[in-house]
């Protein structure tokens, strides 16, 4: 057997109570076989079941450890595949990943992203102006605040020229939005990757302190032409669409509880507390792709086989009640939950955490500080989900400024 013989959940990126096909992963099992884009998979939801796989030294993200019957059912035009078969630290395992990892680690040290603060703070109060600059009636925070602030931000750190962000931009929200023809999508991605490519160049001939400029310095010692290229797209990618899903789940889950929302508005509780219950509850990542057994494994008394695939399930390990109890589908920001996994564990914990936890909390007490009146302009289940197995957040976010 070289997957989950039967499956028994298709995830259907269209779903749209992501929450309760969450539930009913849970309590089908600590490992369920399950079905996305065509691929099977073990499914971890549970919270016990996904700190093992995620830590497992036997469950490998390289993609030559999956059977080649796995492998060949990947769809090259779905939303599993870029991620899977990307040549990044996310893939590598062991002297490959700290080789790819370790000059990162340092740029995005806690340290080093807690001295970005005044920035951040000088690029949020430029969109809050913006908004504030807005005519009356509804606006889409997800498009007007959302989206762009955390693209900013990863911009200046990376150092992506000012004059060319607007297309990276339109580019890279045509491919995360997945909307549109092959056509359209393919445009998308060549535009993308012509952008990313041509700052390396200007980088390599003339550097600059930036991110880029890091990694190119590091081209023929310890980085491959290639690695340069996949790393930076990997880290425009990486450093913002998930942030722009925290940054959405977060205000709605505030506006739709106001009792809640005066606990940090008040100064009874920190902005942090609301950005790690949002990270908890609505995990910007709803499933990740892929680990695979290096040798026959067991999880939870489950038992993976050699060359079989696992997905993590973050959204539904954020409300597991075996780990979370009463407040498990409850936003509470009054006091701390045990810590979630919604960054992953173990040597792939995610590697920009600092700053997405910086922007998430700059962001809310910018938003909410500028606005007194804020309100959602619809009721949070009229929202649409985004339709993606990976992402958990909303297409659109209209609220009314007040
Ligand atoms: C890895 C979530 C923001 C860069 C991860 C993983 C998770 C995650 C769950 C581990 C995946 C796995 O083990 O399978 C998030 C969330 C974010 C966020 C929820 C925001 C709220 C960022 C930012 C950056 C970033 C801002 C930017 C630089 C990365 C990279 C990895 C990673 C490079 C791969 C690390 C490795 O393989 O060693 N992220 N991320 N992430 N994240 Fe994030």
């Not at 309590?27 to 079905?35: H, I, N, S």
């Not at 992203?113 to 000088?122: F, L, N, Q, S, T």
């Not at 959302?146 to 607007?166: T, W």
């Not at 990757?193 to 590091?218: C, F, G, K, N, Q």
Request: glycine fraction near 8%; charge should be negative; proline fraction near 7%.
């Amino acid at each position: 057997m070289t997957a989950p013989e039967r499956a028994r959940f298709v995830l259907d990126p269209a779903v749209r109570d992501v929450h309760g096909e969450s539930a009913r992963l849970r309590e089908a099992g600590a490992l369920v076989p399950v079905e996305v884009e065509g691929v099977r998979a073990w499914a971890a939801a549970r919270h016990a079941a996904l700190e093992a796989v995620l830590a497992h030294p036997d469950l490998s993200r390289d993609v030559r450890h999956w059977s080649a019957e796995g492998r060949r059912a990947l769809r090259a035009d779905g939303s599993l595949a870029p991620i899977v078969l990307a040549r990044t630290m996310l893939n590598a395992e062991g002297e490959e990943h700290r080789r790819l990892r370790g000059p990162l680690s340092r740029v995005f040290s806690a340290r080093r992203i807690a001295a970005m603060r005044p920035r951040v703070e000088a690029v949020t109060a430029e969109f809050v102006d913006r908004l504030a600059g807005l005519p009356p009636g509804p606006v889409d925070l997800r498009r007007e605040f959302a989206y762009p602030l955390p693209c900013e931000v990863i911009s200046d750190v990376m150092g992506i020229p000012r004059e060319r962000r607007a297309e990276l931009t339109g580019n890279d929200h045509v491919l995360t939005t997945t909307r549109g023809t092959p056509e359209r999508l393919a445009g998308a991605r060549a535009g993308r990757d012509a952008v990313i490519r041509e700052t390396v160049e200007e980088r390599r001939r003339s550097p600059a302190d930036d991110l880029i400029s890091d990694l190119v310095a590091l081209e023929g010692a310890e980085l491959t032409e290639g690695e340069v290229f996949d790393t930076v797209q990997e880290l425009y990618v990486a450093g913002h669409v998930t942030t722009v899903n925290l940054i959405t789940n977060a205000v709605r889950l505030l506006l739709a509880d106001p009792g809640q929302l005066d606990l940090v508005r008040g100064g009874e509780r920190p902005w942090s507390a609301a950005v790690e219950e949002a990270l908890r509850l609505e995990s910007p990542l709803r499933h990740f792709p892929m680990r695979y057994a290096v040798r026959d494994v067991e999880i939870c008394g489950v038992t993976v086989r050699k060359g079989e695939a696992v997905l993590a399930c973050f959204a539904a390990a954020g409300r597991d009640p075996g780990r979370y109890g009463q407040r498990a589908e409850r936003f509470d920001v009054a006091s701390d939950p045990p810590p979630h996994l919604s960054f992953g564990h173990g040597a792939h914990f995610c590697l920009g955490a600092p700053l997405g936890r910086l922007v998430g909390e700059v962001a809310l007490s910018a938003l909410f500080g500028a606005f007194p009146g804020l309100a959602l302009a619809k009721p949070p289940d009229e929202l649409d989900p985004v339709r993606s197995v990976l992402a958990l957040s909303t297409t659109s976010l209209p609220v009314l400024l007040g």
